[in-house]
């Protein structure tokens, strides 16, 4: 289980909401390349990148987006207002590891089914509930579909990952709801992303503790208050082993260039981590393969 700073981007600022509301909106760094250097110096294994305004239809963020890409050398998902192919193409060709699609699980299956068939292993889902039900557009709408049947429907769509947010939780500090996205873990069958309601140490342990079977933590307003320390939620995580001879669902979330059974029979007796996932340079191309860290196995 991996520990995974969030960067929300709002008029090229970083920014942090509560339960998504824009009129409730604290700046937190005016340069979002530098956070993102700052995370990448602290540990990070992954960063996870908001463009809020692109959710509301706008590109004000691009440029703060492709200044991150250049600044650090970690993987990269990026999610808000990808609801089509071109911006599909354009984020993968700048080399951004993952694109996180929420709207369009919903408004347009066919599209994330084509953007997964394209680019395998490079497509996750962002399952935003509210009371249970997905919203959309930035959370501005109700989806008008229940959480859990969503969830079920993704594998067959090809998506790779999931991640989950409880909008009532997001942004409070109020603690996860680790029951429900553990739940959409169960109901998907794919590794699943906790996101929201992280207020420190002890809730990164929670998750860990009860639901070990999900994949990442990811957390923003806590670790942008000073009351969870990035390494130190890091040295939790690794610090709580999963017990003996029990294999987390977690460990292969990208399976693109090989069986994701394969590699999941493999994975627990030598923390195997598939080819296509590390991050190095193909000579003479000067571009990077888009790949995530692997978590580690159990003891």
């Not at 995370?39 to 463009?51: F, K, Q, R, T, Y």
């Not at 082993?241 to 987390?248: D, Q």
Request: hydrophobic letters at 40%; glycine letters at 12%.
């Amino acid at each position: 289980m991996i520990l995974i700073p969030a960067i929300d981007l709002k008029d090229g600022r970083c920014v942090r909401l509560i339960q998504g509301d824009f009129a409730r909106s604290t700046v937190y760094g005016e340069d979002p390349a530098e956070m993102a250097r700052n995370w990448e110096n602290a540990g990070a294994s992954l960063i996870h990148l908001v463009d809020l305004d692109a959710s509301a239809g706008n590109d004000a963020n691009r440029a703060a987006v492709e200044a991150i890409r250049d600044a650090v050398s970690c993987p990269l998902e990026l999610g808000g207002g990808i609801k089509s192919m071109e911006s599909v193409e354009y984020w993968l060709d700048r080399e951004v590891d993952r694109l996180v699609m929420g709207t369009a699980v919903t408004e347009n299956p066919g599209l994330v089914r084509e953007a997964c068939e394209r680019y395998p292993g490079r497509i996750a889902a962002a399952l935003d509930s509210r009371g249970g039900t997905l919203a959309t557009w930035g959370w501005r709408r109700d989806g008008g579909r229940d959480l859990l049947e969503a969830a079920a429907s993704l594998k067959e769509m090809g998506v790779s990952l999931v991640i989950h947010t409880d909008i009532e939780r997001d942004g409070t500090q109020l603690g996860p709801n680790i029951e429900l996205s553990s739940e959409v873990a169960r109901v998907s069958g794919l590794p699943t992303i906790i996101s929201g309601g992280i207020s420190g140490p002890n809730d990164v342990g929670a998750v860990k503790a009860r639901a070990p079977e999900l994949y990442g933590i990811i957390s923003g307003k806590a670790l942008y208050a000073g009351t969870l320390d990035f390494s130190r939620g890091r040295t939790i995580l690794a610090s709580l082993n999963w017990p003996r001879g029990r294999a987390p669902k977690a460990l292969t979330p990208f399976t693109a260039g090989a069986s994701a059974n394969a590699w999941q029979a493999m994975a627990p007796r030598g923390r195997l981590c598939p080819p296509d996932r590390l991050r190095v340079g193909v000579p003479g191309s000067g571009r990077r393969t888009p790949g995530l860290p692997c978590p580690p196995g159990p003891p």
